[in-house]
Every structure is written in C-alpha cells, then in structure tokens.
Antibody
Framework: QVQLQQSGPGLVKPSQTLSLTCSVSGGSISGGGYYWSWIRQPAGRGLEWIGRLYTSGYTKYNPSLKSRVTISGDTSKNQFSLMLTSVTAADTAVYFC??????????????WGQGTPVIVSS | DTVMTQSPASLAVSLGERATINCQSSQSLLYTSNNKNYLAWYQQKPGQPPKLLIYWASTRESGVPDRFSGSGSGTDFTLTISSLQAEDVAIYYCQQYYSSPVTFGQGTRLET
C-alpha cells in the first residue's frame, strides 16, 4: 500500500519561495504506471491542480502557475518536491501531493498525502 | 479550462435515505474512441485529504462501499449514495481528466 508523507514549513513570507517535499513509501516514483502531482486547496474552496512529475523526470504545470512552479524528483530518496516562488497571500492553502495511475494523458488521483497547511504572511 | 459545476452546493439527507449530487462540465468528457467518460468523484472529510470514490464516471475504487454509484455521460454526471450512513457526511468533489489542466468542481457539502 503506497503512502505519501509530506514535509515542509507551514509559514512563508510574502515574495519568498514555498518549498514542500513528498516522501513515497510502498511504491517508486521512478517505476512505471504512475505520475506524481501536487494539488492545493485554499481554505473553504475547491481543489486546484498545480503540476506533475513524470517517471522520466519530465514535468507539466498548470498554466495559471507555470511561471512560478518547479516540481522535481529525487529517485535516491524516493521523494518529489514542489517549489513555488514569489508567493502572496493568494497562495495560502492546504497543499497535497498525490499519485496518478496512468490511464491517459491526464488522470484521477488514487492516493494522497496528508496535506500541509501553508500560510503566506509576514 | 474545463469548468465543473456541482449542484446543489449543500444537501441535507436523512440517514438511510438516498443522496444525489450533480456535476456538469463545460465540455463533453466522453472520449468517443474508447467510449469512456473522463470523470472522477472524491469524498473529503474535515482535516483529511480527498478520497477517491469513482473513476471513469461509474467505476468504483477498490474498497468503496457499493452504496456509492456514479452515472451520466457527456456533460452531465451524478453521484448517488443509495442509503446514507453517518460516516458519509463529507464534501464531495467531481474532477474531469479529459483535458489539461484537470479541474475540480467547487464541492457539495452533504449533511444529515
């Protein structure tokens, strides 16, 4: 059974960079059959897909965030990370990592991390 | 982006009764080459991540009780809980994966 464990700071100052890591156990981020995504949820609102890491190391981002987002993987640690630069209060949200079973170009999410609440404030 | 609209925003159903949640997409989610609808449903309880219930519009994820069912095609979809249990109180989201970026509905709050 795959498990996704998130880590990273819960408070980031405006204009700085948000950094989160998702450690995967029970499965390999470099193995076939799955992509690895980040999703966020502002308080009291719906879910927004941020981007994904492919097993090849290639990435794809939501155009709404593309200029500020970097997702990377570390296969030696079996973890993947999110960096979001130049944050503002609008980036305050709960951030989730999630696994996508590969059924097509885009997919559903069958396993999720526990969520990391991130507040952007000075 | 494909806009997903859920209705109602909130719903109160008595225990043991049927609950029906609707989801409408701004474009068809039916891929004609494989006759599949690219839609998933999730359940989210307070302080928890979303839990996958259904994908391909009507395929239940392993371990999901059979009182949960999904139906619909094209642009109109429904999640039905046949007999509401206390543990089903949650917010429910639909998600399309037909086009990138994937997008979610705004959620339906289900209460007793």
């Amino acid at each position: 059974q795959v498990q996704l464990q998130q880590s990273g700071p819960g408070l980031v100052k405006p204009s700085q960079t948000l950094s989160l890591t998702c450690s995967v156990s029970g499965g390999s981020i470099s193995g076939g059959g799955y992509y690895w995504s980040w999703i966020r949820q502002p308080a009291g609102r719906g879910l927004e897909w941020i981007g994904r890491l492919y097993t090849s190391g290639y990435t794809k981002y939501n155009p709404s965030l593309k200029s500020r987002v970097t997702i990377s993987g570390d296969t030696s640690k079996n973890q993947f990370s999110l960096m979001l630069t130049s944050v503002t209060a609008a980036d305050t949200a709960v951030y989730f990592c999630a696994r996508e079973p590969v059924a097509g170009t885009d997919n559903w999410f069958d396993s999720w991390g526990q969520g990391t609440p991130v507040i952007v404030s000075s | 982006d494909t806009v997903m609209t859920q209705s109602p925003a909130s719903l109160a159903v008595s225990l043991g009764e049927r609950a029906t949640i609707n989801c409408q997409s701004s474009q068809s989610l039916l891929y004609t080459s494989n006759n599949k609808n690219y839609l998933a449903w999730y359940q989210q309880k307070p302080g928890q991540p979303p839990k996958l219930l259904i994908y391909w519009a009507s395929t239940r994820e392993s371990g999901v009780p059979d009182r949960f069912s999904g139906s619909g095609s094209g642009t109109d979809f429904t999640l039905t809980i046949s007999s509401l249990q206390a543990e089903d109180v949650a917010i429910y989201y639909c998600q399309q994966y037909y086009s990138s970026p994937v997008t979610f509905g705004q959620g339906t709050r289900l209460e007793t």
